[in-house]
Structure formats: structure tokens, C-alpha cells
């Protein structure tokens, strides 16, 4: 047990659905991050939300939208994806900063059909 | 964008056999470098977080080093076993706030 939870663990949308990717930890953190990792690609890092302000958006499209409404919560909301979208998406937690360790949840398998 | 390297991209090693691998990243700009292992069907796991050059930390039989100034470190595991099967991956962050991940070493314990 991670102490990181996602939900749902697998989801299947068409290119015109709009749904919901939700992360949570209980770990007492303040900065929660999305990841990305597309077959054989290093895992990729998209948002990165430290004491409830984004901090960081590596140049990702916006049909993926973070919102990070407390430090315990984070939610990215997929509407108009693409199939090469299919992914799986990881959510961590961490202490502020990188000097220390992240903690992942077990992640959600995308597939955009 | 920015390279981090990991190399072999895979090995396979007999139990009992010591092994190591290599992550390269920029030696300008360093803040971190993080080592996590990812086994197939689960989470990655933190290992290792080190933020000097020098650095040497170690748990159990893996270990790892760290030098900034030549841009790499190494990760040990001493006597393999089946369990220590998994992907490593290295991850450097930068005094930007940005982390970049390598491709990560896929290891093959055979019992």
C-alpha cells in the first residue's frame, strides 16, 4: 500500500468523451504530480502542483487539464483526446521540492479508441 | 528537452551474481537525482534520493554513488536475487523544478 490511490484503474473513452482521471494521497504531502508513460518512452512528467499552485506544465496539450483543489486531492480532465493519448497516466506525491522521494500511485491504463 | 541515459536497456544476470548500471544526466543545473524501481504490476518504488556530489547511500544489498561533476551514477545490487527483478529508473531534477526520467534498465534475475 503506497498510500497513493487512483481511480479508476483502467478506462476506455471515445476521441469525443470527456472524463476524469482522480488521484489522492494520505501521506500528509504538499506537491502531487501526473506523469505519462507511452509505450517504450521514459515516464513523462506533465503537471506538477506544489502547496496547491501549479508549478510546472511541460508544454502538454490542453485537451489534459490538472486541477488540484486541496494537497491531499489531484484530478486531471481529458475531453477531445487523441488516440496516441493512450497511455498510462501515474499520479505521485511528495514532500515540496526534488529532494525527495515521490510516491506513486498504481496508475490508470487510457485507452482512446 | 534533456537527455538522462540508462544503460544496459536490459540485462540478465544469474541469482546470486552481482550486477550494476549506469544513469548519465547533465552535469549543469543539478539539484537531485532520484533512483526508483518499478516492478511489472505495480507502483515505482523510491530507492534513493541523493543531492551531493559524493554521495553514497545504500539499503540492504543495493546501493548507489553519485558524482555531478561527470554527469552520472551507479546502481549496485550485490548477490541478485529472483525478487530483485524489475525496471530502474533514474531521475534527474534540475534547479528548474523539472524532473526528466530515463528509459530505465530492465533487470532479469534467474533463480
Avoid at chain 2, 543545473?29 to 534520493?49: D, G, I, M, Q
Avoid at chain 2, 551507479?74 to 525496471?87: F, M, R
Amino acid at each position: 500500500e503506497t498510500g497513493v490511490t487512483q481511480t479508476p484503474r483502467h478506462l476506455v473513452m471515445g476521441m469525443t468523451n470527456k472524463k476524469s482521471l482522480k488521484c489522492e494521497q494520505h501521506l500528509g504531502h504538499n506537491a502531487m504530480y501526473w506523469y505519462k508513460q507511452s509505450a517504450k518512452k521514459p515516464l513523462e512528467l506533465m503537471f506538477v502542483y506544489s502547496l496547491e499552485e501549479r508549478v510546472e506544465n511541460n508544454s502538454v496539450p490542453s485537451r489534459f487539464s490538472p486541477e488540484c483543489p486541496n494537497s491531499s486531492h489531484l484530478f486531471l480532465h481529458l475531453h477531445t483526446l487523441q488516440p496516441e493519448d493512450s497511455a498510462l497516466y501515474l499520479c505521485a506525491s511528495s514532500l515540496a521540492g526534488g529532494a525527495y522521494e515521490q510516491y506513486f500511485g498504481p496508475g490508470t491504463r487510457l485507452t482512446v479508441t | 528537452i534533456l537527455n538522462v541515459e540508462q544503460s544496459p536497456q536490459s540485462l540478465h544476470v544469474q541469482e546470486g551474481d552481482s550486477t550494476n548500471f549506469t544513469c548519465s544526466f547533465p552535469s549543469s543545473n543539478f539539484y537531485a537525482l532520484h533512483w526508483y524501481r518499478w516492478e511489472t504490476a505495480k507502483s515505482p518504488e523510491a530507492l534513493f534520493v541523493m543531492t551531493l556530489n559524493g554521495d553514497e547511500k545504500k539499503k540492504g544489498r543495493i546501493s548507489a554513488t553519485l558524482n555531478t561533476k561527470e554527469g552520472y551514477s551507479y546502481l549496485y545490487i550485490k548477490g541478485s536475487q529472483p525478487e530483485d527483478s524489475a525496471t530502474y529508473l533514474c531521475a534527474f531534477y534540475s534547479n528548474f523544478n523539472k524532473f526528466y526520467f530515463g528509459s530505465g534498465t530492465k533487470l532479469n534475475v534467474k533463480p
